[in-house]
């Protein structure tokens, strides 16, 4: 039933992303090739993460603009058929967040979507990471910039998002 209900949400944001004007930020990624789906969004909802665990799948609304002290959530949500010799999947991230000037303004290295144990169907991944805006941050544009890898296939897929800071 998530599924089906994911795809609905999926049909949603990917229209609500294709509505975007051309010189407007882009808070929504997918890819779908080969059995492996990804989709990467940034949202503002810090709940989202325990409401994915209850049985109705949490609306999924990407934000591209925000203002100092509030915090950008990066989620991705995949799919894989990938299985390692004892059927389990094994997936990675790493993410850089660039300020407007260019500089780094944050960045993790592996971070884990999902390993050592099989995929479920449409899943949250296990660590995401909240951004959490200071006062006395640039206004302008942030990027976010993410690798991620389906270690079991070999697959790496990157991913950049845009959203702005305003007062």
């Known amino acids: 039933m998530k599924q089906l209900i994911f795809s609905v949400l999926l049909f949603?944001?990917?229209s609500y992303s294709s509505a975007f004007e051309k010189d407007s930020l882009n808070a929504v990624e997918s890819f779908n090739q080969n059995g492996l789906q990804l989709h990467f969004v940034l949202i503002n909802d810090k709940e989202f993460i325990d409401k994915w665990e209850k049985p109705e799948t949490p609306k999924i609304s990407p934000i591209d603009t925000y203002k100092r002290g509030e915090d950008v959530i990066p989620i991705i949500i995949f799919s894989t058929d990938g299985k390692d010799s004892v059927g389990n999947?094994?997936?990675?991230?790493?993410?850089?967040?660039?300020?407007?000037?260019?500089?780094?303004?944050?960045?993790f290295k592996q971070l884990e979507v999902w390993k050592d144990a099989p995929?479920?169907?449409?899943?949250?991944?296990?660590?995401?990471?909240d951004i959490h805006l200071e006062e006395n941050d640039p206004i302008g544009i942030y990027k976010v910039?993410?690798?991620?890898?389906?270690?079991?296939?070999?697959?790496?897929?990157?991913?950049?998002?845009?959203?702005?800071?305003?007062?």
């Open 12 to 14: 949603t944001f990917v």
């Open 89 to 107: 999947a094994n997936l990675t991230y790493d993410i850089k967040i660039v300020k407007p000037d260019g500089t780094i303004y944050g960045e």
């Open 119 to 129: 995929a479920p169907i449409m899943h949250l991944i296990k660590q995401p990471i």
């Open 145 to 167: 910039q993410t690798t991620i890898y389906e270690n079991v296939k070999k697959v790496r897929v990157n991913f950049e998002l845009a959203f702005q800071v305003v007062k």
